[in-house]
């Protein structure tokens, strides 16, 4: 049985340590071979749109551009659809790779037969 790593991310600049640990956590485990889907809510949903990971800054922090392309390369990253309607983000703002999808489809993805999902 293949795992499943199911990571939310809630915070983005304004909870800079909780954001970079779900991504690195993400791309940690993307890189080890694990199945990751991330997904990005709240202030989070930033991270959907080009050249918003970049800007993102934190001291003895991997840079989130990087981390991000990891998990885009070998994962799937989902921005939040209620939380993309509130920033005004929609499915041509985003990056390639990154879906918008809500609530029901996460919880798919979190009880999903050998799953664990985590959130930050």
Known sequence: MTR??????????DAPERCAQAFTVAATAAAAGV?????????????A?????????????????DLLHVILTT???????????RRDIGPGDVLPGVRIAG???FVEEAIAEGAQALVY
């Open 35 to 47: 199945e990751v889907s991330l997904w990005l809510t709240g202030e989070s949903t930033w991270f």
């Open 49 to 65: 749109l080009p050249g918003r990971a970049e800007q993102f800054e934190l001291p003895h922090s991997a840079p989130l551009g």
């Open 4 to 13: 499943t790593l199911v990571v939310k991310a809630t915070a983005g600049a």
């Open 103 to 105: 609530a029901a489809v």
């Open 75 to 85: 994962g799937r990253v989902t921005a939040c659809t209620q939380c993309a309607a």
